[in-house]
Each structure stands twice: as C-alpha cells, then as structure tokens.
C-alpha cells in the first residue's frame, strides 16, 4: 500500500557530507511523522533523526549539531543532511513513517529498504 524509497548512500571520507532523501508513496492520505534509524553490523538498530507533520525534530545525541532532519510535504519526501560525518556513523540507514492510508483512519508504520553509508578514516 505505501512504498518507502531511501537514496544518497555511499562512501565517504571522515568530515565529509552526504544527503540522505526517503520518498513515500503509495495509498498516503497524511504522513504523521518521518524518521531516520541505522543500523551497524552487530548492534541494534537506533533513532537517529525525527520529524513530525508539525515540523518538531528530535535527534539522537551522537548526532545532535551535525545532522538535519527536513520535510517535504508535497513530495512525501524526508531528508537527512549530514555533516562532519565520523567513521562511528557508518551504518545501514532506513527511512521509517507513520502514515494514514487513504480512506481509512488507520495510522500504520513503514520502512524502507535502506541505504548504507561508509565513512572512511
């Protein structure tokens, strides 16, 4: 019913900068929030980023003053802008959203495929 589509993975130097983008589409009658979780070999799978339809963001402390989550509402599109980025981000990346399918009031969770980021030493 609603398909999450991540881009802007890849490998970068330490202190480098890549921009992550999550498009939604499918049956979407609202997106209640977007968020951004990684995932790194061996470790549990962790919030790094969120914002809601009132535009509130949360970051999770690593990545506080680094990374900027944004929303586009009329692309049903999120964005991850990372900055200064350190080897400890390297990760898979996945798009997470609570959307309101069309014609229904059910407010259900998806998730994207992932991207990975690598960041060199």
């Known amino acids: 019913q609603v398909q999450l589509v991540e881009s802007g993975g890849g490998l970068v130097q330490a202190g480098g900068s890549l921009r992550l983008s999550c498009a939604a589409s499918?049956?979407?009658?609202?997106?209640?929030?977007m968020r951004w979780y990684r995932q790194a070999p061996g470790k549990q799978r962790e919030l790094v980023a969120g914002?809601?339809?009132?535009?509130?963001?949360d970051y999770a402390d690593s990545v506080k003053g680094r990374f900027t989550i944004s929303r586009d509402n009329a692309k049903n599109t999120v964005y991850l802008q990372m900055n200064s980025l350190k080897p400890s981000d390297t990760a898979a990346y996945y798009c997470?959203?609570?959307?309101?399918?069309?014609?229904?009031?059910?407010?259900?969770?998806?998730w994207g495929q992932g991207t990975q980021v690598t960041v060199s030493s």
């Open positions: 499918g049956r979407i009658s609202s997106i209640n929030y």
């Open positions: 997470n959203a609570g959307v309101i399918i069309t014609d229904t009031a059910r407010l259900r969770g998806y």
């Open positions: 914002i809601t339809n009132t535009d509130n963001t």
